[in-house]
């Protein structure tokens, strides 16, 4: 085993692009959640994501519009899950479970003739002057754009919920529903409105894994990021600025047993592999002490 | 205009009618799905849900669909206890992967000899192994609080894995020539999961899939324990005034479905599969939460419902193999049906009212 083959400076680079996809699919769903709805269907619509992503990128050879179509995909996927469960009245816990099952069946049959091809490159920004500043230039200021945009987005919503009156609206949504209601809030245009942003997030998150981080199409390749990023919002109680902290320990995590199995330590690779998956665990453990919002997962019937 | 109005009470009608008008409707949409995929939308659903059963190559497809129903009733019937307590075990498929694990590795552990024991102490390891490792979510749980759905489902992937480096290590049959994969089980008489009729496709899997439905019943309409599960589900605060401990309840409904599920894998890895190899597991555990649902959780129903699954499995192969359809819309198609299902389930609870509601 050689240890010194481990470049620090690279490790910490590449776990910032190894948190980029959970951190995308994290944030739509912190946004969700704050709104009092549990989609459990974040898996299914990030592999929808990556693979609509995925074939607009290769029919156009752009992976802008490969983003954009992921991000409709996904919203789209979203709002079955928004009908569902605002206008049918239907559990959110089942309806999202059948939400990542449909999921994973459609992106099977939508990705049939797309395995085996390569996504089109998506250089990286070489930021100038900032990314020449020695050690912190490779480390933070030489992405891809989605990294940035993740980054964005995870800034926006943070505003967004903090200072903004809409923010506020949906967090009384959130809280209870009933007493929004009451005040003339529309509590389920809200919840679908944050439904499907929350789709459309999870469908960037996909997307970046088939284009930029695999960078091809292979069946049920999101392999539980989507779950993994529904741990995430839960050890960020809900927070965004604790969602990028969560986000990279996965990432650092990941990075740095992939790093491991490269340099040949004489841990066997299955066991390896599962470490970011009980890492997760560990971490839920010690931090489910957050307070989730008051009406998470409950139904909102609005009687007369 | 049209509004919704509650139900003083779940309509009994509804309760029957909405899996039935759920997989109709999923015919008339995968029908759909089938004719923008270049196939007869006919054809292919009566080759689904018809020639396993009733065409002239039945006596085929017949034992096959007995081989798929009996490992997916089995882990519904284990689910339904707990989501009928608002306790969300998602991890079924890692519970059945850790005892087929458990339970192979008991039987080669003795292998070569020659003893009736050896089978049943097959059967008792993997359910024991199941239930220890639906008993890691369940213990953090009730312990530290933990989100059991998360903690489950992570607990598939680490499954994966573990079931991976048995094939590829501890469990890999020394002669094997260096291929992955244990020693055939099935072709060992000590540890087969025999067909009981040969033929039939009648194995002590689908036995106990069969007693675990009387069970289910006796234990869920005759028993105080049935009584204080539903309860828990539908009145968390009642239950806990009635004196029933939530703790206990989340352990025993866990260790239940973990138990089942670790039977379900024994069975399949001994018998259909018969041997530990890297992708033995199929999604089983997956699909019998639609079975779960869609058999109203209701043992009878759960019966009902994992016979219809199997035969999407069953008639999805043939579909396959004849008429080219790809693999993945049979998945789909069972995804589809959960969701019609969860959407025509809300006329079980409320009813539509036709006319302007008088003002309040």
Known sequence: MDLSAINPILLLASLMVA????????????????????????????????????????NTGSPWLGFIAAAVGGALLSLLFGILTQYFLSNQVASGLALTLFGLGLSALMGQNYQGIKAPAFPDWHIPVLGDIPVIGPIVFQHDPMVYVGLLIVLGVWAFLKYSRAGLVLRAVG?????????????????????????????????YLSLVRVPQWTEGMTAGAGWIALAIVVFASWKPGRLLLGAYLFGGVTVLQLNLQAAGLAIPVEYLSMSPYIATIVVLVIMSSGRAPGSLGRIFHAAR | MMVLEK?????????????????????????????????????????????????????FYRPEILIKGGPL??????????????????????????????????????????TRLIFPLMVLAGALGGWAW??????????????????????????????ASMALGALRNPEGMGFPGSRNL?????????????????HWGVVAAFIAVIFAYIVLSRHQFGFQVRLSGQAPRAARFAGVNPGRMILICMGIS???????????????????????????????????????????????????????????????????????????????????????????????????????
């Not at chain 1, 951190?23 to 709104?35: D, I, Q, T, W």
């Not at chain 2, 029908?31 to 018809?50: D, H, M, Q, S």
């Not at chain 2, 639906?134 to 573990?162: C, D, H, K």
């Open chain 2, 258 to 360: 973990g138990a089942l599920a670790g039977l379900a894998g024994l069975f399949e890895v001994a018998g259909p599969s018969g041997q530990i190899s890297i992708d033995f597991n199929v999604g089983y555990g997956f699909t019998a939460i639609i079975v779960a649902f869609l058999g109203r959780l209701h043992p009878v129903g759960i019966l009902l419902a994992g016979g219809l699954m199997a035969l999407t499995y069953v008639g999805g192969g043939i579909a396959q193999g004849q008429l080219g359809l790809p693999a993945a819309a049979i998945q789909l198609l069972q995804g589809m049906l959960l969701f019609f299902l969860l959407a025509v389930d809300v006329l079980t609870n409320y009813r539509f009212r036709f006319g302007k509601g008088e003002v309040a």
């Open chain 2, 73 to 114: 009733v089995l882990l519904a019937i284990g689910l339904s206890f707990g989501f009928r307590a608002g306790i969300w075990n998602i991890g079924a498929e890692g519970q059945y992967i850790i005892g087929a694990i458990c339970g192979a590795a008991v039987g080669l552990a003795l292998y070569p000899a020659e």
């Open chain 1, 175 to 207: 809280e209870n529903h009933d007493a929004a209601h009451a005040l003339g809030y529309h509590v389920i245009r809200v919840r679908l409105l944050a439904i499907m942003f929350g789709g459309a997030c999870a469908g960037l998150g996909g997307a």
């Open chain 1, 19 to 58: 948190a980029t996809p959970i951190l995308l699919a994290a944030v739509g769903e912190l946004v969700v959640e704050r709104a009092g709805v549990l989609n459990l269907g974040v898996e299914g619509m990030m592999i929808v994501g990556a693979i609509s992503g995925f074939i607009v990128a290769v």
């Open chain 2, 134 to 163: 639906a008993m890691i979510p369940a213990i953090l749980r009730v312990r530290f609080g933990t989100n059991e759905i998360l903690v489950s489902l992570m607990l598939v992937y680490v499954a994966e894995q573990l079931l």
């Open chain 2, 186 to 202: 099935s072709q060992w008489p000590a540890a087969a999961n025999k067909e009981l009729i040969a033929g039939s496709g009648m």
């Open chain 2, 7 to 59: 139900r003083p009470q779940p309509s009994q009608r509804w309760v029957f009618a909405a899996p039935l008008l759920a997989v109709v409707l999923t015919m008339m949409v995968g029908g759909a799905l089938f004719a923008a995929l270049g196939k007869n939308p006919f054809e292919v659903i009566r080759t689904i849900f018809y020639d396993p059963l009733f065409s002239q190559n039945a006596w």
